[in-house]
């Protein structure tokens, strides 16, 4: 199946200079992807030449003139940016030229150009950012993770649909656990919403499990978790400090003596091991769920492997045509006449 995603190749702290190796990289790794570079053709030029490349059948620009700034507000980039990269590549995906879109771009001005120009699914009000998070038993796909700061019950159980549609699809997991973030596990807590929330689920065909608590997101003992946005961001952000923090503290401890520096040595593996697993660029690629086409949303700090996974995330959703699977699910539960 012949794969094609158009990159905003301006967006994110990085740029060409990252968009442009992570594109390469990709393409090495997967015969049936082709990617679609939009941005400012003669930077994104000079950047393929220092990679000792140019355009290809697989490789194409297409040039947009104009870069949403990461600091922009978002209804000023809907408004004045409409020949931006970000912009064209969804009008890409709306025009079926490419599959999906990936970008590094400002968050605000992605969702609200993709919903303006891709329009939502019917029966989805709002879209939903839904992310990766690893556990001990397994990843996590957690929702929403910052579209939408204040969430209804309702709002709540259609991104439980879509982020249960995603994970069977991507996970080929058939019947997904489905959880709602809480302060406490107990029925009796939490506010009205997620009780409603709760009830909503409770009678419906997903395989809803309950409440869970913050430290349950990294058990990995369900498969999809449910929230508004201002919690799951919060979730989010808080998760990429301690990893960093980690990561850094154990260098400084293994560096400050020469017997620190001698287990460093010793233990290198192992500590390795659990890098990789907390490293947030292997989770780097969430999907703008609730739209009427594939769109992903890279960190805009990402670097050249970071970016690639996002391109991975992209490549399975359009592989297992996720948003149709999702349509097709809500029919099933909000059938029509």
């Known amino acids: 199946m012949k794969v094609t995603l158009a990159l905003d190749a301006m967006g994110g702290d990085g740029g060409p200079s990252v968009i442009v190796p992570a594109a390469l990289y990709a393409l090495e790794k997967h015969e049936n992807l082709y990617l679609i570079l939009v941005g400012q053709q003669d930077a994104l030029n000079e950047v393929l030449a220092k990679n000792g490349t140019a355009q290809s059948e697989r490789l194409q620009i297409h040039h947009a003139s104009e870069v949403v700034e990461m600091h922009e507000l978002p209804s000023l980039a809907l408004r004045n940016k409409k020949d931006s990269s970000m912009r064209v590549a969804i009008d890409l995906v709306r025009d079926g030229i490419a599959k999906a879109c990936v970008s590094a771009g400002n968050t605000g001005a992605l969702m609200a150009m993709a919903r303006f120009v891709l329009k939502m699914l019917p029966g989805i ?22 579209a939408n700061v204040d969430s209804s019950s309702e709002q709540l159980f259609q991104f439980a649909v879509m982020g249960a549609e995603l994970t069977s699809a991507v996970c080929n997991n058939p019947n ?3 959880a709602l973030l809480n302060i ?11 009780k409603q929330a709760a009830a909503l689920l ?16 990294y058990t990995g003992k369900v498969d999809v978790i449910v929230c508004d946005g201002f919690s799951g961001n919060i979730a989010l952000k808080a998760s990429e400090g301690v990893a960093s923090f980690l990561i850094n503290n154990a260098k400084k401890q293994f560096s400050q003596t020469l017997y620190g520096r001698f287990a460093a040595l010793i233990s290198k593996p192992v500590l390795e091991a659990i ?3 907390i490293d947030p660029r292997r989770y780097n690629g969430a999907s703008l769920l609730g739209l009427r086409g594939i769109v992903i949303k890279s960190h805009g700090s990402a670097d050249k492997v970071a970016f690639a996974n996002a391109i991975e995330e992209a490549i399975v959703e359009v592989e297992k045509n996720v948003p149709q699977r999702i349509t097709s699910e809500l029919e099933k539960l909000f059938p029509k006449g």
Do not use: W
């Open 125 to 146: 009000d709002r879209p939903a950012i839904c992310g990766t998070m690893p556990g001990t038993e397994g990843n996590t796909h957690l929702l929403d993770l910052g």
């Open 202 to 217: 409770s009678q419906s065909h997903l395989n809803y499990v309950g409440f869970v608590e913050g430290n349950d997101i």
């Open 176 to 178: 997904p656990a489905v």
């Open 275 to 277: 890098r990789g697993n």
């Open 184 to 194: 406490g596990a107990e029925e009796i807590k939490g506010n009205d919403r997620v």
